[in-house]
């Protein structure tokens, strides 16, 4: 079994950055996938960005790519999202996401976080 820990969430202006982590416990390494999702109020959650624990292998959504970066720790088994030049419209509670596969599928992950919420102002 893995457990998922979010943190770093919080209140910040447009044009702001914040970090993300997103600690493993567990069997960590049995999901060679780690990922985030978003859901806004009323919306359906959506991809953000995916990495193997090696760090090899990235994809980002179009809608955060060039802005937030994923990452890795191995030696921590925590994974990071920093966020840069927030916009009111990333505002959502952001999910940590353990998976086999490097896709934006929300099928393909098994074990998900509780969630952290962001809230971006104009």
């Known amino acids: 079994q893995l457990q998922l820990v979010e943190s770093g969430g919080g209140l910040v202006q447009a044009g702001d950055s914040l970090r993300l982590s997103c600690a493993a416990s567990g069997r960590a390494f049995s999901s060679p996938v780690m990922g985030w999702f978003r859901q806004a109020p009323g919306k359906e959650r959506e991809f953000v960005a995916a990495?193997?624990?090696?760090?090899?292998?990235?994809y980002y959504a179009d809608s955060v790519q060039g802005r937030f970066a994923i990452s890795t720790d191995k030696a921590k088994n925590t994974e990071y999202l920093q966020m840069n030049s927030l916009e009111p419209e990333d505002t959502a509670v952001y999910y940590c996401?353990?998976?086999?596969?490097?896709?934006?599928?929300?099928?393909?992950?098994?074990?998900w976080g509780q969630g952290t919420q962001v809230t971006i102002s104009s």
């Open positions: 996401a353990a998976g086999r596969f490097l896709t934006g599928l929300r099928g393909s992950y098994d074990y």
């Open positions: 990495i193997t624990w090696s760090g090899i292998s990235i």
